[in-house]
């Protein structure tokens, strides 16, 4: 459960947090959409599951403005952020089995009052652009980035 | 296709487009969360199928500073907001036919750099929640609302 | 969410947990068959979405031999406690939408190392029983009741 | 999002619009059916949801007699251009992720009034001679050449 | 198996077929929709299972334009049609069982070469307006019809 | 679509028919545990959708005891089959997409009084031994041969 | 668990064993079309689940000449008769849970070797005919009577 | 159907029960884990299908405290020990067709009185450690090493 920080460690806006090793590659496709759009991130591997005191300290202590979880089969990872921050949580299904529908189904249908963003099954890349969209609002020159790399 | 605006208008921060008067159950649990949360809005009735003109004009001139939209069978209206503008998305999946899932991957599994936010099916609340918690980047007074009806 | 507890509180051997007040029909089963096997135990409404600090507090603290954890939606109700303990861990699926598939796959597939004893759709009764197998591994004077309850 | 047209541009009775370049094994079983039955025909590119003002213009401003929408995921291209005209379109759903059952559903499940004729997953050549027989209403010469390759 | 034709019989653009009386409700949907067309057609109750006989005998010597298929569980009936002719076929699944999905993928799934134009579940309106917008390559006043009716 | 036969042309007691050369795996696997049975068979490759004239021919003229229709994607050919005679007709789904359920839906969804016998997705072997026991019925001495082959 | 015998006790031609008292409307459409056959049957309700020793004895001492096994849920009781027997077993899936899809695929998807003959999802009149349809090839005079109920 | 065991024969804890050869990989996964709890295992290869009497033999003789059944398709080997014991029965999907959605939904779907713990397709070390799980209540020393194997 090793932590890949990226420069200025804890001034990040984003965490990505993966649930496995295993996801490595929608975590790149998520980490280098957000370098193309010069947002700085943190990257955590860390299980919902299996470490579930580690995560709850990281959630509760990191700074940042948003989370990205990734994460496969019963994917609860985006779904225990959630459950401990009011700060936007986008999810990204991973396909480990059955095409991936588990980790959807798990992801996307959350109970009343604790929502998670869920883009599509295996697609990091729209959770890089979707976290830049709503950090946008707050920090209007990521306009221009996002409009760029949509093209 | 009739609009029903809440007082202030043009200045909500957020539009609610449903695809028929029929997803009515459900514009009215997002936007009473809304209301919860002290959020102006305003509601629209639009097909992206029947009205796409029509659709096309308001997304284009409105200023919010998110959508969501509310759709059931080959839900397209939240994807063909997302792909005019760079405001976030919000998607509601309707059960109209098979559970739902169909609404459900016709929001969720937008292509790569088109990205919309999909809560569960027929969840307008978690919509309405997600909302709030995007725009409290910009308007951190709205996190305390959110804590109280969270809880 | 309230503790609605039986008699002898505190040495009950078994604690029900359900996500949500909507789930008290399931819980209601599961508790009479429970009852009939003579196994005091504990009811809890708890969401590990929206208490995931009570549950987690909840769980470290209890001194039952197993958990049923009951729940619908993105069930992780059942996985939340599973990481927190090795004690069996039994999850129902509650049918809220798409017929209890969301939550059938949000239980059972757990990744490595974390396991969650999935029982069916809505079916209570089956975790009381599965319950009780598992305790006459201890009390082996469970078995004739078990045994007079499957007839 | 560049243009492959054949000869006699502007002639052409079919238009081909697929939504992505990694569409193109599904675009060319279905342009070379076309071939087959002497049909003149433009292919394009265009994503409904990255190029939508191309597309539309596309649609608004072409004379084909029909299009042939191909597209995977959230495949809401054949959609997209039948709310723009009333000339009959067909779209075909490619398998990219989970079968291609989101694309078959995005397509099929039209809401009233703007229907999609919807063929088999991956099955361009059927999108071909369906385009045929339709045509073969105007141009009954078409006919023969349709029985032919049908044996 | 009786047959109910309208007015002109013989000289209908269109033929109507339903698997079973069942069905009742989607063909007056399309029934009713075709009316306001203007469009005559002929609807008959022939079971491609029951009846496979008298269905070739009928679609042999009809002759209409176009076939609309109507039919629910293993829905056989628009690719018996297809099978036995170059017309186009127009396929619509019924929801008896399982949400319609059986009905949808035995209709849409045809092999390569024989096309059924398949719209979504219980969705005659949307087979009669398809079949109002290919009769318009031939009759091009029916445009105007069209138009209106997607209004 | 030609025809390979075993010896004794016209005696057979079972026809597998295929509705494709691409079936050719499956088809080989039914063949060769029915010779184990010692039952001849004749082996055809007809599709029910561009050949229905061919296969309407076969069926009426054949005088086996049954048949065994296998097919994937829509597949119509048991149910072709069994619309045409009273004898019992074996399916076989065969995975061409969606890893065999539209072929399985489509076989075994079979309307009321035109039952169709459907065995497993690609399950060519237990079609051959159901075929061994349904006329074990009127030949007893095969029971021995498939009491053996079971074991 | 009681067992309702119609006349002629032991000299019945078929067995209907259903899992459960719940599965009583499928087993009268059964009935009630083996009745029309003119098919003596014997009618058990026996689960494979709760009662598997008295379920083993009766299939190995009984001497009807085909099983129809009815059930739902994890739907065994068919491939528990078909793996004590050589003689046909023509299995039917009850929808109790998920549309009936688990019945379907717990009886269809038999192993090698060991096949059911399995017919749609509620679909008792359709098993009595397949199984008049297997029994004619013993009884001949039958045939007659399956023609009459076909039409 | 020939019989692995490791040493002390009959004092094993567990037995492993595979419905089929072909399930080895899936069956090591499980013993592999085992070992490392330090539980002495029995490993049997008996179809329920093929060998019911002799898998009925086995599970009456054996002095097991639990088993773990492992089977794919119609997965009916777990429900089928269960049937027979009120010992816990683990069940394990395996993926053989249709990413194991069949063996899936035949483990767990069982009907009410008969449960069986099921675990994730194709998850043997899962169904290891509830098995230390359950059996920890009765030898807590097994704690120590669930623990250390989950971190």
Redesign the interface.
């Known amino acids: 459960m090793k932590t890949e920080s990226k420069k200025k460690q804890g001034q990040e806006k984003i965490a990505i947090i993966a ?2 090793k295993s996801d490595i590659k929608i975590v790149d496709d998520t980490s280098k959409t957000l370098s193309l759009l010069g947002l700085d991130h943190d990257i955590q591997f860390i ?4 470490s ?1 005191e580690q995560l ?1 300290k990281f959630v509760l202590t990191s700074k940042v ?2 989370f990205i979880g990734i994460a ?3 994917a ?1 990872l985006p ?2 952020i ?3 921050t ?3 949580v ?1 999810g990204v299904p991973v ?1 480990v ?27 990091g ?3 890089a ?2 976290a830049g ?6 920090y209007p020159l990521l ?1 221009k980035k ?2 760029d ?3």
Chains 1, 2, 3, 4, 5, 6, 7, 8 share one sequence.
């Not at 969209?133 to 707050?138: D, F, G, H, S, Y």
């Open positions: 649930g496995s299980s919902a599951h299996r579930p709850r403005d948003l496969g089969l019963s609860q779904g225990f959630a459950s401990l009011s700060r936007p986008i396909d089995k059955l095409g991936g529908l588990d980790a959807l189904l798990s992801i996307v249908q959350m109970p009343p009052r604790v929502p998670v963003a869920c883009v599509g099954v295996d697609n890349k729209n959770a652009i979707l969209e709503i950090l946008a609002l707050k306009l996002i409009q790399i949509r093209k």
